[in-house]
């Protein structure tokens, strides 16, 4: 399995990617770390007439905490985020998931933005930018926008993403105090794909949300109340509302289960953990 | 701009085992393909081809990662090690000794790119666990020994490689 032929930019700076996306239109695609676009590639689910590799853009490749937000550069691997000495402090839920991120060789290639542009249903890290609320920055030639991550993501592995245009930055929202964290995931073995992830966020006023992927289209969102009455009947409610399918690695029935007890266990541990 | 157009070959330069080489490739040629046919490198071993046997595990930069995931002219201007950086003057490496002594291959399709992986391994973590080690292997796929005598071969390795107990 080899890609099929196309031209290949090493840009070295942000004018000479966005100018190479302009022109390729929507037979360009962007190359970073290539853990998910070359799969598709190798196995030609995939066809661009151009690749831009955006990794030798020095300003792609910056972590910056700045207030409260974390923005993570399109170049930023998933490993580099892995050792960044701030995680731990700044975004608990993301230091949670990023284990689960395929396999330690896959990370250290693989970019944060990457995965969030690839939006495979199941992938952790957009779990984690739709579970906190964050923002994806687009850029093409003469605008940049932000969008939320709600909107961003669309479909399976669809997003708003246009042509020409390409992922700069995301952006979570770092830790409050006095909010708590969880990630949990269902899988075959550690590494592969989710049969289903949950993230949750315990808020201080009691307030919590749980996020589960691996079920629909994209990552979806459950907003609970302050002491919340009834959580199994809501949980049951949003185990069916995700319409979960059969597939070779799952059952629809036991998608909805894992929905109602992982997303219970994993709740139940971000309220616990609220510090 | 650096255009390099589909259909001509274009060069591209690296280092391997701590010798500069260079090749002329197109844009879609993978790693694995400028080692194994334009190097003559053929310790790397190609299987899947979509970054799931782990087979084609090289050390990119120190880091292990799938050179079946990599486009050949992505490696431009990177350190790179593979199987072939592992021995001495000859003389095994550590963990390769302790492979050949505890039977941790038997067709050996797979084993080069595992022994990348723990080589990677210990040199940033020295004491690794058990744990870390069989979350490490989680990357590889090895149809013959079940991965007893790999993780066997693995604590063994540590063991000498720390200067501890030879039999883990």
């Known amino acids: 399995m080899k890609p099929a032929p196309f031209d290949y930019v090493a840009a070295r700076e942000m004018g000479e990617a966005l100018e190479a996306l302009h022109q390729g239109g929507t037979e360009a695609r ?7 676009l070359m799969p598709m590639l190798n196995m030609r689910l995939a066809r661009p007439a151009t690749l831009v590799d955006i990794t030798r853009i020095p300003e792609l490749s910056r972590i910056e905490a700045k207030g409260d937000n974390v923005t993570i550069g399109a170049a930023v691997r998933q490993s580099t985020l892995e050792r960044w000495p701030d995680l731990a402090d700044r975004l608990p839920l993301v230091r949670a998931a990023l284990p689960w991120v395929g396999h330690t060789q896959l990370r250290n290639r693989g ?3 990457g995965s969030v542009a690839h939006a495979d249903p199941s992938a952790e ?26 909107d961003f993501f669309q479909g399976m592995m669809s997003t708003d993403l246009a042509p020409g245009e ?4 995301v952006t979570f929202p770092a830790h409050q105090t006095g909010t708590g964290y969880a990630f949990r995931e269902v899988a075959r073995r550690h590494g592969d794909f989710a049969i289903v992830a949950c993230a949750a966020i315990a808020r201080p006023d009691g307030t919590a949300t749980l996020s589960v ?22 949980l049951n409610e949003f185990a069916w ?31 616990s953990c609220r510090d | ?58 050390q990119i930069e120190g880091e292990p990662a799938r050179a079946c995931l990599m486009l050949a002219h992505q490696a431009e201007g990177c350190e790179l090690r593979t199987v072939e950086g592992l021995a001495t003057d000859d ?31 210990f040199l940033r973590q020295p004491d690794a666990d058990e744990g870390a080690i069989r979350e490490a292997l989680s990357g590889h796929l090895c149809r013959c020994t079940g991965y007893a005598p790999i993780v066997q071969a693995a604590l063994a390795a540590r063991n000498r490689i720390k200067g501890g107990p030879i039999d883990a």
């Not at chain 2, 260079?22 to 190609?46: F, M, N, W």
């Not at chain 2, 302790?98 to 067709?107: D, P, S, Y």
Request: aromatic share 2%; hydrophobic share 40%; with cysteine.
């Open chain 1, 30 to 36: 962007v190359i970073a770390g290539g853990q998910s």
């Open chain 1, 111 to 113: 970019t944060v933005c």
């Open chain 1, 125 to 150: 890290l957009p779990l984690c930018l739709i579970a906190l609320g964050g923002t994806v920055t687009l850029r093409r030639r003469r605008k940049t926008r932000a969008v939320a991550a709600r």
């Open chain 1, 166 to 169: 390409m992922i700069t930055s």
């Open chain 1, 213 to 234: 992927g691996g079920v629909a289209d994209t990552p979806r969102t459950l907003d609970l109340p302050a002491d919340a009455q009834g959580l199994d009947d809501r």
């Open chain 1, 241 to 271: 509302h995700l319409q979960a399918r059969d597939d070779l690695h799952a059952t629809a029935r036991y998608r909805r289960d894992l929905v109602r007890q992982l997303g219970r266990a994993t709740l139940k541990e971000a309220l």
């Open chain 2, 1 to 58: 701009m650096p255009r390099l157009t589909q259909d001509e070959t274009h060069p591209v330069r690296f280092t391997l085992n701590g010798r500069p080489v260079s090749a002329r490739v197109s844009p879609r040629t993978l790693l694995t393909d400028v080692l194994r046919q334009e190097i003559g490198a053929t310790g790397t071993h190609v299987g899947c081809e979509h970054g799931v046997c782990g087979a084609c595990t090289v």
């Open chain 2, 91 to 121: 003389a095994l490496s550590s963990l390769q000794e302790a492979f050949r002594e505890h039977f941790a291959l038997q067709c050996g399709f797979c084993t080069a790119g595992i022994l990348m992986t723990l080589d990677a391994l």
